[in-house]
């Protein structure tokens, strides 16, 4: 997942920048959940706040 951890920050900018982060409910905004072994899943509901640099990545999701 670290490898893609550029292409997360520019699809993060592109939901932004379509409204998918503006923290409207009446568009939809877009979801963003970070998950860990033996730890219930945290939700970010602010993406703009969100900062992958300061997320350690295990594992092979694509």
Request: glycine share 8%.
């Amino acid at each position: 997942m670290k490898s893609q951890s550029q292409e997360l920050k520019q699809t993060i900018e592109w939901l932004m920048a379509n409204g998918f982060g503006d923290l409207s409910f009446a568009n939809g905004d877009a979801d963003l959940y970070l998950t860990n072994v033996g730890v219930s899943p945290r939700r970010i509901d602010d993406i703009s706040q969100f900062n992958s640099d300061q997320v350690v990545f295990f594992g092979t999701l694509q």
